[in-house]
């Protein structure tokens, strides 16, 4: 082989490893299998070439190139490279997404297929609203927002505005010097109340003090209690209360039969019947008495003996009969009785 032969294989070689060594570095391998996809979006700012093909998370492929689709609506043409192990089909979406820091990645969306894809036919799209354009979108409210409230600020800071405003904040200023003077004028009442408050907040902890000691009383008593044989306490006390019910009960029955004294007492009325014939007796006496002193009562003033002498007397009875009794009535000899104060 001759030299020039030499040098011009030398240099094919060369020209072909830059070519696969320049696909290389661009993510495309000139010898792989893979096959190409295509899908349409309206804006593909932050995607590059080579830029990953996500399946789940994990890459299937790459970004192969993008082209401008002047006929429509300057939509952008994007080639995309799939490993042929992957199915793709008439459910698969490209979705454009990407990070915080602006790198896009394309994301592929699997559903149920009905149509299996060989290769170079075109994928569905979607591109869903990026942080930015929220932001932008939001933003545009709040300017507006902001725009209208410094419109308003300017408004009410106008010339009379502003006099009132420097009018109350001298108003302020007046208000701030009387109150300072009126604090140096009753300092000492100021200093009074301090010290009064100073008392009272030492009083009040001697008071804590006590409320404590009550506090130790009570759970002594609280502790004796406990300790006190109070079971037995009860159990004596209803012991109690039972006989004293028992007292009760035989009482009751003392007293609503008639066996017994105070039975018969209360519930015979021969008692009653006696002590009415009684009364009634006293007072026909009382009466027969007040009629008739004489047949009762028989006194002298005279001592010694006397004669004996019958005495006739009449009584007339209630009823209107007339009774006649003869009594023997003794006269006494007269004794005559000294009379006379003896110093």
């Known amino acids: 082989m001759s030299k020039e032969a030499k040098v011009a ?178 300092q000492r009442n100021i200093n009074q109340i301090t010290t009064n408050m100073a008392k009272l907040s030492s009083s009040l902890t001697v008071t804590e003090r006590k409320f404590d000691q009550v506090a130790t009383n009570l759970a002594l008593i609280t502790d004796t209690l406990k300790r006190a044989p109070l079971a037995k306490t009860v159990r004596d006390l209803n012991t109690t209360v039972g006989q004293a019910q028992v007292a009760m009960k035989q009482l009751n029955q003392s007293l609503t039969t008639t066996k017994g004294s105070l039975g018969k007492l209360i519930n015979d009325d021969s008692l009653y019947t006696n002590l009415n014939a009684t009364s009634a007796s006293a007072n026909a006496l009382l009466v027969d008495l007040k009629a008739n002193p004489k047949r009762y009562v028989h006194f002298s003033v005279f001592g010694g003996g006397g004669k004996e002498k019958k005495k006739t007397e009449t009584e007339r009875k209630p009823d209107g009969s007339v009774e006649r009794e003869t009594k023997t009535v003794t006269q006494q000899t007269t004794t005559p009785v000294d009379t006379a104060v003896r110093p």
């Open 9 to 186: 294989l030398l240099a094919i070689v060369a020209l072909v490893a830059l070519f696969v060594g320049f696909r290389f570095l661009k993510g495309s391998n000139v010898f792989s299998s893979d096959r190409t996809f295509y899908t349409t979006f309206r804006n593909v700012d932050g995607l590059n070439d080579g830029a990953a093909v996500l399946l789940n998370g994990v890459p299937v492929g790459q970004v192969k190139s993008r082209e401008l689709v002047l006929g429509q609506r300057n939509q952008v043409r994007v080639a995309l490279e799939i490993q042929k192990r992957v199915e793709v089909g008439d459910s698969t979406l490209a979705v454009l997404g990407g990070s915080l820091l602006g790198s896009k990645t394309i994301d592929l969306r699997q559903g149920r297929n009905t149509k299996i894809f060989d290769g170079g036919e075109e994928i569905r799209a979607f591109a869903p609203a990026s942080i930015t354009d929220a932001f932008q979108a939001k933003a545009g409210s709040v300017l507006g927002t902001a725009d209208s409230t410094l419109i308003k600020v300017n408004q009410f800071l106008s010339k009379e505005a502003r006099l009132s405003l420097q009018q109350t904040l001298l108003n302020s200023q007046a208000t701030t010097e009387a109150l300072r003077n009126l604090l140096v004028a009753n």
